[in-house]
Every structure is written in structure tokens, then in C-alpha cells.
């Protein structure tokens, strides 16, 4: 799989929270082959510091070659990357990893926690284009609040979704965990698509398990190299031995993940 390095210009920038921002960027090559799931590794900036660069799910393609990350501002390199405005450049390797499998003709689900609704969006993208229509049960998106959900919620209606929602102060939707929304949904679905913190995939996974549904997850760890270099992202594997995120991954079949949390 062909990977490419652009210089792409910032088209848009959007900020939903104080602190979650969604960037758009001209990135013809990668928007060209990039599949669901896949990521980026993104220069924050053309100083040296920070040295490395920082890894986002694919969020979104359009047709006119541009590439979409949505991204929380948590620390160094997100914070500068959230300073950065339209009109200005970044470098921009991609895509990166393995993403989704899409082979299955299985009635899915996709429930996604926080900016692990990133990759989903270009997921839900995709799967409209490849196969099943949207008689499907709905997407469950979860969030710490309101405002961090709404246009992304509004956005997969859009695409034709029925979409539910959990916020964990209530104000969107069911209050609470966006995993207590799968027990209603499971005996409906035979994949679950996932991407969240660590503890609600491992949620998710169990009730896959016990239900007997198939779950394919997306993991996000520490990245240095992003390209299988580094060892930097490893994770056991049920299998034995390591795995890499970055190059086996980021997505794996949930049986793939020896669960360690
Ligand atoms: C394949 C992949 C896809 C990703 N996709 C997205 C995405 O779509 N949107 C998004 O907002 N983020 C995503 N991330 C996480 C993102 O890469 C990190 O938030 C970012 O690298 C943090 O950089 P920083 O310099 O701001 O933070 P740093 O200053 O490096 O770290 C700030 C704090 O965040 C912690 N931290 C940093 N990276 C991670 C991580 N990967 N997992 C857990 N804790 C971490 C650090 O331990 C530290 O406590 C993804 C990560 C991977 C591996
Ligand atoms: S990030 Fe370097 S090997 Fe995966």
C-alpha cells in the first residue's frame, strides 16, 4: 500500500469545543488511497520541537482531495496544531496502517466514545458506498458533553444514520456510558465497529464476546514513527508475542488483543 507525504494546505478550521477542533487540509494523493480506519502522522510544526510527528484517524475524505482530522487539543503538538490557521501549510504523511474490514455483508453497528468517533465518520462514509443501505441499527456516538456531539451527531444524520446518542453530564441524548446502548442493540447486529478510550472498547468487546457478535476495534497508542520502526507501540497479542499498532493496526479483530485492562 502506497504511502505519500504532502505539503498540505489548511482549507478550514473548526472548533466545536473549547478544546476539540476539526481541520481540513489539501492532500490529494492520500485522500486518493486512503481506506477507513487508516491514519496520519501530521507535523505540528517546522521547528524541531516537537521532534515527532503526531498520529489522527482519517476522519473524513471528499472528493475535491481534501482530508479531514478531528482532534482534541490535550497537550504539546495538539495544542500547536490547534493554533494553526487556513492558509497555512503542514506535512502530512499518509495513509498509514491497516484499516477497517469491510468484506462482511453482517448488519453492523459502529460506537464510537469521544475522538474515537474520528475514523467512524469516514467508516460510515465508505460503508455507504460499498454495500448496505440504512436500514441498519443506529450509530451510537458518546461524548463527555453536548457541544462535542452535536455537529458530529447532525453529520452522520446527515449521511443517512439513525444516530444515538449518550453525553456523561446528560445534556445529549442517554446520561451516561454510550456502552449501555449496545445491550439493546446486539441481538440486531452481527459486527461492531469501535473506537474510544481503552475501558469502553474493552466494555464493548465483552458484550461482543458474549453475544456472539464480531468486533473489529481501533486502537490508539503512544506513537513515535507511526511506519513499524520504533517499537514504540506495541500491545500483546492473543497469539503470543507483540503486536504493532501503527503496522498491524490500528484496527484488529477484538480477538487479535490479548485485554490487559
Ligand atoms: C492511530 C492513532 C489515531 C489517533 N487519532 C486521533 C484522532 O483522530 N483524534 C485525536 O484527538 N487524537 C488521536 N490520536 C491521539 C493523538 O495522537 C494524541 O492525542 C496526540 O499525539 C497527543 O499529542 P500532544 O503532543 O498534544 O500530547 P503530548 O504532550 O504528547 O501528551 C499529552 C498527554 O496525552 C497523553 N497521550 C498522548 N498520546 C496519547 C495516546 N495515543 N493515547 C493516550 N494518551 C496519550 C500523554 O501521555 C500525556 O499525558 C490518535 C492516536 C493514534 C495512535
Ligand atoms: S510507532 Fe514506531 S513501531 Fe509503531
Redesign the pocket.
Known sequence: MSEFQEKALIITKETLTRDVFRLTVQAPLIAESAQPGQFVMIRVQETLDPLLRR?FSIHKISPDGSVSILFKAIGKGTRMLAALDPGMEISIIGPLGRGFDLSSSASFCMIGGGMGIAPLYFLAQQLLGVQRALDNPPVLLGAQTQPELLLLAQEFTELGYPVHTATDDGSLGHHGFVTELLDDILENVQQIYVCGPMLMMRTVVNKCLQANVACQVSLE??????????????FPATEGGYK????DGPVFSAEEVLWTL
Do not use: Q, W, Y
Not at 503512544?222 to 506495541?234: E, K, N, Q, R, V
Not at 504493532?244 to 503496522?247: A, W
Open positions: 498520529p497508542t503512544h506513537m513515535a514513527c507511526g511506519m513499524g520502526a520504533c517499537l514504540g507501540c506495541t504493532h499498532v501503527c503496522k
